[in-house]
């Protein structure tokens, strides 16, 4: 269904920042919530921040320190991470999530985008 692309990623020091993005292949707007989740080695897969309608929730890791924010007119989410940690080294993943008619949500995930915190 929707397709969505993450980018941005890279190799920094720590205190430094980075900003990710999601292009979704349809409006963001259309989507009850977007989100991003990072998954380090090893380890599962983490919900990092959610966005729907006017309001932002982070994870208590993040909070502070990371932004995310939407372009609808150009079907994007961003992550503006900033004061990295080690910790946040992992790769993220932009995710789009929909409540169907039938009560279940439906959920997109991108193909991820690595961040590298070195220390």
């Known amino acids: 269904q929707v397709q969505l692309v993450e980018s941005g990623g890279g190799l920094v020091q720590a205190g430094g920042s980075l900003r990710l993005s999601c292009v979704a292949s349809e409006s963001i707007f259309s989507f009850n919530v977007m989100g991003w989740y990072r998954q380090a080695p090893g380890k599962q897969r983490d919900l990092v921040a959610t966005i729907s309608g006017g309001s932002a929730n982070y994870a208590d890791s993040v909070k502070g320190r990371f932004t995310i924010s939407r372009d609808n007119a150009k079907n994007t989410v961003h992550l503006q991470m900033n004061n990295l940690k080690p910790e946040d080294t992992a790769v993220y993943y932009c995710?789009?999530?929909?409540?169907?008619?039938?009560?279940?949500?439906?959920?997109?995930w991108g193909q991820g985008t690595q961040v590298i915190v070195s220390s």
């Open positions: 995710n789009a999530a929909r409540l169907s008619v039938g009560g279940t949500w439906d959920s997109s």
